[in-house]
């Protein structure tokens, strides 16, 4: 997308967020199975690699802040999230300026390995340039990386399904996916807002190649297959799983 398509579609999105904020929770949050199993998932994997700091990127109103504060408070955890009136919704119920903050995925405004772990719940597909918001991420992340969100190539119907792995596989999906948006790149919907068609498995070449083990789970029901079966994933890297797990010293022996 031209720079000046990536700053339209960012201000429709906004737009929409501003528009919908008093009915996120309502919208966004309640069931939603697929974020609260990957959620519930986070959490024990914070505790199990020993996270003492979480960056969330795509906050909205705090579900992931308050749902890590609740079960683990010792845990220092900041999100980020551009929209002002999500932001005021969620310090409204309870959250400090320091907790949810302004900030561009894109761009995060923090050095590298500045928290143990990094995460998002289902910000991506609304990030124009998705790969670069996962670099930021891993970039910032010390111990480990979570994502949770949508795999385009598990949605639809069967026969559907095998339309868009086979022109993923011949690398035309990006052609045909401009082609279906009338060259504009997303979609809009009431429910929504502005998204883009977009896999976590797009992104996990480069999530492999900067851990030293990478984990994933369907967050709704689906075959065995995920890139081809599951509609949504959540995506755990770990960078130095020796090191950062608490059985090390049993796996290697001593």
């Given amino acids: 997308m031209k ?5 339209e579609a960012i201000e429709l999105q906004r737009a929409y967020y501003a528009r919908t904020a008093a009915c996120y929770d309502e919208m966004h949050v309640k ?22 700091s979480i960056l969330d990127v795509g906050s909205g109103t705090g579900r992931v802040l308050f749902a890590v504060k609740s079960r683990l408070p010792s845990v220092r955890i900041v999100g980020i999230e551009p929209s002002a009136e999500l932001r005021r919704v969620g310090t409204e119920n309870g959250l400090t300026d ?6 561009d995925a894109m761009d995060l405004a923090f050095a590298d390995c500045s928290f143990d772990l990094v995460c998002e719940f289902g910000a991506l597909h609304h990030i124009p340039r998705a ?31 095998a339309v868009k792995q086979t022109l993923n ?33 797009n992104d996990l070449p480069q999530i492999r190649k900067a851990c030293a083990s990478v984990h994933l789970l369907n967050t709704r029901d689906s075959g065995p297959n995920l890139y081809r079966e599951a509609e ?15 059985y090390a010293d049993m796996a290697l022996g001593k």
Avoid: C
């Fill in 232 to 246: 949504t994933v959540a995506i755990l890297g770990i960078k130095n799983a020796a090191e950062t797990s608490p």
């Fill in 3 to 7: 720079p000046e398509s990536v700053s």
């Fill in 31 to 52: 069931g939603n199975v697929e974020h609260g199993i990957a959620l519930q998932w986070l959490i024990a994997m914070a505790d199990y690699l020993k996270v003492r």
């Fill in 98 to 103: 320091g907790e949810l903050i302004d900030g």
């Fill in 169 to 201: 596989a011949a690398g035309l999906w990006p052609l045909a996916d401009w082609v279906k948006t009338r060259g504009r790149g997303y979609a809009i919907s009431e429910g929504d807002g502005l998204a883009y068609s977009y896999s976590a498995f």
């Fill in 131 to 161: 790969s670069k918001a996962v670099s930021e991420m891993l970039r910032v992340a010390k111990t480990a990386i979570f994502i949770s969100d949508a795999n385009n190539f598990g949605q639809g119907s069967r026969l559907s399904r």
